[in-house]
């Protein structure tokens, strides 16, 4: 029962941009609560890809973006690469919830 | 460099008990949140139970709360999780993560670094 809601699946040719949403409310994107991504590679823990809804940690590519607008947020591959596929999930804080994680998005590279 | 190392997974049966352990490095411990997220098979993240950095404030999922308890000890640099009255519904991965931020609720946090995981599987 996330709280946070992505599409299930989105998929790109390599080299194109693909987006992915990530859809929450009053109590937690639109409270003014950071959002935060994730990438899971096929069998390994989930590593940090944007945090502060925008900022890159050291080594992630420029090809990853994050924005932030209201009670959504979105991330956005460009440039797709075969080493990009895997899944991804969107976190941010939740008034009455606590952590709160978004329902996930697999990406497929063409 | 950071490292989270989780131990403590297995088969229990339901209604049985279990701790989950997260041994800290590469970083001051004692200044951060931390975290225990778990993911069940084939499903996405489910955010577990937090602890402050000095372990006074405990928060924790309606889905787990009254059954299990955070703890850390900021001396052995090591992060628990005592699982109790185990159901099927909690079998998953466990991942310990390290916040990136001192408090475990009321803010902006995000998870920083990540353990490998541990299995626990409640079946009888």
């Known amino acids: 029962q996330s709280v946070l809601t992505q599409p299930p699946s989105v998929s790109g040719a390599p080299g194109q941009k693909v987006t992915i949403s990530c859809t929450g409310s009053?109590?937690?994107?639109?409270?003014?609560?950071?959002v935060h991504w994730y990438q899971q590679l096929p069998g390994t823990a989930p590593k940090l890809l944007i945090f502060?809804?925008?900022n890159r940690p050291s080594g992630v590519p420029d090809r990853f973006s994050g924005s932030k607008s209201g009670t959504s947020a979105s991330l956005a591959i460009t440039g797709l690469q075969a080493e990009d596929e895997a899944d991804y999930y969107c976190?941010?804080?939740?008034?009455?919830?606590?952590?709160?994680f978004g329902t996930g998005t697999k990406v497929t590279v063409l | 460099q950071v490292q989270l190392v989780e131990s403590g997974g297995g088969v229990v049966q339901p209604g049985r008990s279990l701790r989950l352990s997260c041994a800290a490095s590469?970083?001051?411990?004692?200044?951060?949140?931390m975290h225990w997220v778990r993911q069940a098979p084939g499903k996405g993240l489910e955010w577990v139970a937090a602890?402050?950095?000095?372990?006074?404030?405990?928060y924790y999922a309606d889905s787990v709360k009254g059954r299990f308890t955070i703890s850390r000890d900021n001396s052995k640099n090591t992060l628990y999780v005592q699982m109790n009255s185990l159901r099927a519904e909690d079998t998953a991965v466990y991942y310990c993560?390290?916040?990136?931020?001192?408090w475990g609720g009321g803010h902006s946090y995000c998870f920083d670094y990540w353990g490998q995981g541990t299995l626990v599987t409640v079946s009888s």
């Open positions: 976190q941010s804080y939740d008034s009455s919830s606590g952590g709160v």
């Open positions: 009053s109590s937690n994107i639109g409270a003014g609560y950071d």
């Open positions: 502060g809804n925008s």
């Open positions: 590469g970083f001051t411990f004692s200044n951060y949140g």
């Open positions: 602890t402050s950095y000095d372990g006074d404030n405990k």
């Open positions: 993560a390290k916040g990136s931020l001192p």
